[in-house]
């Protein structure tokens, strides 16, 4: 559920009409409701409720500050995946002690400054990174606690780049090593291995997979324990799919998540953290775009909008589906046409959609992409000279932009020409 609904047949972000941010901000401009936000991070809080656990955003999925700063308050921990969403997480007022850092790449800078500033644990996913966190640890007199990431082997069913639980994938050491790489760990002073973590994927549409995981590092613990670690703490990951088409069956709710990990972990005596990413902010946000030509093609209509692949890379990148509605609703009986919808980039994977039915529009009118807000303006870039697209957070009546639209000066002030040239 999400709090962008039509009302007098205007779709509104909770209580405000969209043409009014489009007309203050300009499209294209992403804009989050605060309140299906905070919904969703409940509902995965209580997904746990009565269990020791920790819900870590993963902030790779939208990590503005403003968006930060909501969910710190909620109460949340973060996922982070660089020092730079570390520096970010710190910044919107997360303690250390709530950041999870993971991550097959961690540089040395980037485990210093998480153990100088506060950590409450890596998830180590290589020996070389274990014997390397080691170092740093023992070298700022400091003791660095972990997981380790196991790769359990297990098909997530989902989009191909987005799968990371099979042995072909480059995450976690294979489960059928973990005796041994913790026996390693176990060994180096600098460490204290505080649990296992996982994570197969993203956009699991299916409880199964979870299960299949789960059920391995339940098996995974008692034999750590039997081997004499101290395994108290188990980061379940995240990858809980959204319904992106409306009307399509909706995948599993986060109570339904929560009663699998009850169900295959709960008798550990365990604290749990989950790392959901997607199911929090994704139908938060939307892509607000407006319509710049209807251009008739051989046998095509094509939509020409103002919003391109730099702006929201899931179409080009994962085959994604995004509803597209328009902002002003047609009347009841329209009849719709097929269209393809694209943006101005100069490629031709530059197709946000092939033939989608869509009412009559014109130049000037509004469209919403639905369910943009997880890993829409976190992938935007700046390629064919578009600024950077702006974002804008939704409170009842009000709205505040929360990244502002680079002016054409600002974007080309970045670069330097050197005096020699
Ligand atoms: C991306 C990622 C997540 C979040 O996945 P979602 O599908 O967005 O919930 C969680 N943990 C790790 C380690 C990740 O890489």
Redesign the pocket.
Known sequence: MDHFLYRNGILHAEDVALPDIAAQVGTPVYVYSRATLTRHFRLFDQALAGMDHLVCY?M??ASNQALLAVLAREGAGM?V?SGGEYARARAAGVPGERIVF?GVGKTESEMRMALMGGIRQF?VESEPEMALLNAVALSLGVVAPITIRVNPDVDAKTHAKIA?GKSENKFGIPIARARQVYAEAARLRGLDVVGIDV?IG??LTDLAPFRMAYRKVAELTETLRADGHNIRRLDL????GIPYTRGNEPPPLPVDWGQVIRDEVGHLGCQIEI?????IVGNAGLLLSQVIYIKEGEGRHFLILDAAMNDLIRPAMYDAHHDIVPVVESGLGTPEVPMDVVGPVCESGDTFARGRMLPPMASGDLVAFRSAG?YGAVMASEYNSRPLVPEVLVDGDQFAVIRARPTFDEMINRDTIPGWV
């Open positions: 993963a790779k999925a996922d995946v993971s998830n990371t994570h993203s956009q990951g995240g990858g809980l790392e959901p990413g997607r199911l997880a």
